[in-house]
């Protein structure tokens, strides 16, 4: 499993960079965070102590359906399934659709977070 690079960086700052990026004026380097927050509080909510738990489960059993980590976690599907397609889209993890069924996937397991005190 591998470590994602996170970023923490306030909107405007971000789409400045984004425009910059893509002027061209900007590379980024390989070793920068390719997964950006807009702020301490939203990363927290992403990385909260009863998702990193679930994060765990996942990593640990493995389950094959969002209902058996429903099971696991004692988490009701909805409210799991809202959680899960977030985390999935910040790369934590990953939805795995078969036929009829969805598998969630551990793809991180540690965090190294950026943030720079000058964007505030």
């Not at 984004?18 to 390719?34: F, M, N, R, V, Y």
């Not at 992403?46 to 990193?52: D, G, I, K, R, T």
């Amino acid at each position: 499993m591998k470590t994602l690079k996170i970023g923490v960086m306030p909107r405007e700052q971000f789409q400045r960079r984004a425009l910059l990026i893509a002027s061209g004026a900007l590379k980024p380097t390989k070793d920068e965070p390719k997964v950006w927050f807009n702020s301490i509080k939203s990363l927290s909510q992403v990385l909260s102590e009863q998702n990193m738990l679930l994060l765990k489960l996942i990593h640990e059993h493995q389950p094959k359906t969002l209902m058996e980590l429903a099971e696991l976690s004692g988490r009701h599907r909805g409210n799991l399934s809202r959680t899960l397609k977030t985390m999935e889209r910040y790369g934590i993890v990953e939805l795995q659709r078969q036929q009829h069924t969805i598998r969630p996937i551990a793809k991180a397991s540690q965090f190294n977070i950026y943030y720079d005190i000058s964007c505030v």
